[in-house]
């Protein structure tokens, strides 16, 4: 029922829209009988939009009856896997309500976090998703070339979240999560010893929200095409640039209004390979393994990578190079240029990545604005697109950093 009501509320509005602009086009005023028509139209949405209130309203209050919240079936990842980037943008630029899944999709969201978009929300796993971007509409509309064969361009690696982060999402207020401090101490006394008393300590790790955001234009006729790869061309060019602020600010961070990520993060271990051998990687293994840290892997640049891959263990014939088939150590070793240099030095970093916590407070949230006067002259449209976020390390001592690798 409520997706009749929202059909209906579009077909309104297109037809309200037609009516203006044929006197607009015809530089007149509107007649009485279109005055009378759009008036009409009006007060039908007016009502239309008080039906699919109460609709909502009822279904939401069945759901909450039900004791089955959309968290807990699949319908949610459903409606999450059929939201349309294009729809959202289309929507935002012909100046109508979403409907279908889109729509859904937004108020559903809403619902749980009690926060309204500023557009609409749109899942975060857009940012997961493999980019292909171009920057002219007129090299990918669908004419005689191969749209499913464009040309992607190379990106930086986004590695971060496929390593393991922990990711706490639906949050509303700031987060304060208990952590351990120190310890009971034992130790042995003679017969009617005393023992010395000591007391656990506690302390926390703070979460608070943090916002990145990407400004674009984008051209009617990019918008209004309907190809799948269009579609799929729109989402990755408005997640990448979220998502490589994001990936940025997890691995260094610590920027003007940035979240704090591991590089600078108070209370890393640290290391030295200034002179880069099997003892300096073995010292930072045992750094981890002191620390009762289980280390799953290292992360380090293409510079710095190289020369893993080109360094050998010892002088010994035969021996093995430092990195061999992406692993060091028995452990995987990921290059990314994401990863920056330590003013000329590269950098890198041994640890366990689920002890990096990123909490999420709001989805991806695209809003659409036709009317900013420079793109309205062009007859394109301004999108924008957000999230608010932030970073913690559960354990700092799980990461040993070395950033005094010569690359050059």
């Known amino acids: 029922m409520i997706h009749e009501l929202k059909e209906q509320r579009a077909l309104a509005v297109t037809e309200m829209r037609g009516i203006v602009e044929k006197a607009q086009a015809e530089k007149r005023n509107l007649s009485a009988d279109e005055t009378a028509r759009f008036e009409g139209l009006k007060s039908k949405i007016t009502e239309l939009e008080a039906n699919e209130s109460r609709a909502s309203f009822l279904a939401d209050a069945e759901r909450r009856m039900s004791g089955t919240p959309v968290d807990g079936d699949k319908s949610f990842n459903a409606l999450e896997s059929n939201v349309s980037l294009m729809s959202v943008i289309r929507a935002g630029m012909e100046g109508r309500a979403l409907s279908g899944a889109e729509a859904e999709y937004s108020k559903e969201v809403e619902r749980r976090t009690g926060r309204k978009a500023g557009g609409a929300f749109v899942p975060l796993s857009a940012l997961e998703k493999r980019v292909n971007t171009t920057s002219t509409a007129g090299q990918i509309v669908p004419v005689d070339h191969r749209a499913d064969q464009f040309i992607e361009p190379f990106r930086n690696k986004l590695l971060m979240r496929a390593m393991g982060v922990r990711v706490l999402s639906g949050l509303q207020g700031d987060v304060s999560i208990p952590a351990y401090g120190t310890g009971v101490s034992s130790g042995w006394v003679a017969e009617n010893g005393a023992l010395t008393a000591s007391d656990q300590t506690f302390g926390s790790k703070t979460l608070s929200p943090k916002h990145v955001g990407a400004l674009s234009e984008m051209s009617r006729q990019l918008i209004q095409q309907s190809s799948p790869d269009i579609e799929q061309l729109l989402r990755d060019d408005m997640a990448f640039a979220l998502a490589a ?164």
């Open 245 to 408: 602020a994001l990936d940025s600010a997890l691995i260094k961070g610590g920027g003007t209004n940035e979240p704090t990520g591991i590089i600078p993060t108070v209370g890393i271990q640290t290391s030295s390979l200034a002179t880069l051998d099997w003892a300096g990687i073995a010292s930072m293994l045992e750094k981890s393994e002191l620390a009762n840290s289980t280390a799953g892997a290292w992360l380090t640049s293409p510079g710095v990578m190289k020369k893993l891959r080109v360094t050998l263990k010892s002088a010994t014939a035969g021996a093995a190079y430092l990195s061999e088939n992406g692993r060091m150590a028995d452990l995987p070793v990921h290059s990314t240029k994401q990863v920056p240099l330590a003013t000329t030095n590269g950098q890198l970093i041994l640890g366990d990545f689920s002890q990096v916590l990123l909490g999420i407070w709001s989805e991806l949230d695209i809003l659409v604005n036709p009317f900013d006067s420079t793109a309205y002259a062009r007859g394109g449209v301004l999108v924008r697109a957000m999230a608010t976020c932030d970073i913690a390390l559960r354990h700092p001592e799980a990461f040993v950093l070395a950033n005094d690798i010569v690359v050059s």
